[in-house]
């Protein structure tokens, strides 16, 4: 049984910083890209990040420099570290893997998906 569990959202300050992770059970994780996706209320889940079993990675724009995605393989977990968050990036994160690395990124076509993290920005 494949599960992803989301971690490490929360309250923060606009300027402020947070690292989600994703820790991936029951997949061969090493082999599986995986993505950052998130939604806001009255909005679609967008992609904000993605990465590829060989660490090739693809940001959404509005991203501009401010996350980082990463995946440490020994331990199963992918990591999006965020900074300079403003209100706009409120919303539920959620991790998504088992798919290619283009169908993570253009299509949101994950196979399995987190339960999501909330995450909020006040101003």
């Known amino acids: 049984q494949v599960q992803l569990v989301e971690s490490g959202g929360g309250l923060v300050q606009a300027g402020g910083s947070l690292r989600l992770s994703c820790a991936a059970s029951?997949?061969?994780?090493?082999?599986?890209?995986f993505g950052w996706y998130r939604q806001a209320p009255g909005k679609q889940r967008e992609l904000v990040a993605g990465?590829?079993?060989?660490?090739?990675?693809k940001y959404a724009d509005f991203v501009k420099g401010r996350f980082t995605i990463s995946r440490d393989n020994a331990k199963n977990t992918v990591y999006l570290q965020m900074s300079n968050l403003n209100p706009e990036d409120t919303a539920v994160y959620y991790c998504?893997?088992?798919?290619?690395?283009?169908?993570?990124?253009?299509?949101?076509?994950?196979?399995?998906w987190g339960q999501g993290t909330q995450v909020t920005v006040s101003s």
């Open positions: 998504g893997g088992g798919a290619t690395f283009l169908q993570i990124v253009t299509m949101g076509a994950a196979r399995y």
């Open positions: 029951g997949i061969a994780f090493r082999f599986n890209a």
């Open positions: 990465i590829s079993a060989g660490d090739t990675i």
